[in-house]
């Protein structure tokens, strides 16, 4: 039998991947001990050694979420995948969740819970500020939601949620807390147990440097006493707590088949966990504020406009006002091309309205955020030649 589709020509040349320095919210560059772990031979999903991998895991990200929790484990998936288990897991149709917006995330998790049947509400925090526990009071006491969703980090609007207080107004109005960590753990304080939040899930690729595909997640005790009292069943298999935490070896029971794990992205994660624990999680919430506090002088020095309010700016992802007559898709495009450095537009409710730098990871050190301010600064100034002169005009 003849084949009519012949194999490519472009699978002919050897594979070409450059070296850039990712200065935008994310993935971030890796540490060299998490490449070199990635390059180790693959293993079976069932394999021992593999387990026991899965077993260091989660314990190191025990220890970063500040939980005791037994269902703590990962997702094969991205980011993504952490919010759409924990919606999937908590809501069954006509549940009503309430999303507590400050950017982007909040507007996809209100897309997701919706498409689960839940019955969904939205509280907005003003642009480029977060939501006052009084505010979300309110809004629980209101609607009485069985679930709230809180992003801690909006990567897309640089907004930092404060979390403490939240879980006790939950619990006193019988309602779960869900909160996306992706874009803040590792950058700013965050205490599981402590905060009494009942799901949490973050993301490999920002802070903690891993590859992309392999989501950390945690339900505490509440969470999964709301599983077993489900009306029906999880409405994906691939995401439901048990199956997948049965697959973690989370709950006493023998560990099942549930998919195929990659081998080679645990390799990567456990190191990132492992050099996350190493230097503790003070030195390392120190260092990446540290980072940001000189890149938003630096940025303010320029002559630029932070988009977040002071108090509520996230570390971890800076959103910078795009200046009047200034084109943010030609800079970040000469940034790119010339320097091979990432520096991102806006997203979602910012979309054409911010730069966003990212500093997470082993891109949080002094070196790079001023490598980052003179690429930036030097890519402004290629694009609109006269930036400089009307920076000065504007202190005069």
């Known amino acids: 039998m003849e084949y009519r589709v012949q194999a490519p020509a472009s699978l002919r040349e050897p594979l070409q991947v450059p070296d850039k320095l990712l200065m935008g919210p994310g993935p ?29 895991i989660k314990d190191g990200v025990r220890y970063l979420f500040q939980t005791n929790n037994a269902a703590t484990f990962c997702l094969s998936a991205s980011g993504h995948g952490g919010m759409e288990a924990t919606l999937c897991n908590l809501l069954e149709d006509g549940d009503v969740v309430l999303i507590g917006h400050t950017g982007h995330w909040g507007d996809r998790a209100a897309d997701m819970a919706a498409r689960y049947g839940a019955d969904v509400h939205m509280v907005r925090a003003a642009p480029g500020a977060s939501l006052t526990l009084a505010e979300l009071r309110k809004a629980i006491e209101t609607y009485r939601p069985s679930v709230l969703f809180l992003t801690q980090g909006d990567s897309s609007t640089g907004v930092l949620q404060g979390l403490e207080g939240v879980g006790a107004v939950c619990r006193a109005n019988d309602c779960l807390l869900i909160v996306d960590t992706v874009a803040s ?32 997640i945690s339900f505490n005790h509440r969470a999964v006493e709301r599983y077993k009292r489900r009306q029906s069943k999880v409405k994906v298999y691939y995401w439901d707590m048990f199956l997948v935490g049965d ?25 990132a966990v492992a050099l996350a624990c190493e230097e503790s999680i003070p030195s390392l919430i120190a ?41 943010w898709l030609k800079v970040a495009q000469h940034a790119m091309k010339t320097y091979l450095v990432e ?16 500093l997470m990871g ?12 003179q690429v930036f600064r030097d890519s402004i100034k290629a694009i609109k030649p006269d930036f400089a002169s009307r920076k000065n005009a504007s202190k005069m």
């Open 28 to 56: 971030s560059n890796a540490h060299p001990r998490v490449l070199e772990a990635m390059s180790r031979p693959i293993l079976g999903h069932l394999h021992p050694e593999t387990l026991k991998i899965m077993d260091d």
């Open 185 to 216: 753990l590792g950058g700013v304080p965050f205490f599981m147990d402590r905060w009494e939040i009942d799901a949490v899930y973050t993301g490999s690729q920002k802070v903690l440097g891993a590859p992309p595909g392999i989501t950390p």
């Open 247 to 271: 697959y973690w070896g989370c709950f006493g029971r023998p560990r099942i088949y549930h998919h195929t794990i990659s081998s080679t992205l645990l390799y990567g994660l456990r190191e």
């Open 287 to 327: 260092r990446h504020q540290d980072c940001a506090r000189r890149l938003h002088d630096g940025i303010t020095a320029m002559g630029l406009e932070l988009y977040a309010q002071e108090r509520d700016r996230l570390p971890t992802v800076t959103t910078i006002r795009v200046p009047k007559d200034v084109d």
């Open 343 to 358: 520096i991102s537009g806006g997203l979602g409710p910012t979309a054409g309205q911010v730069f966003r730098i990212g």
């Open 362 to 373: 082993q891109n949080a050190t002094s070196e790079r955020v001023d490598r980052v301010l």
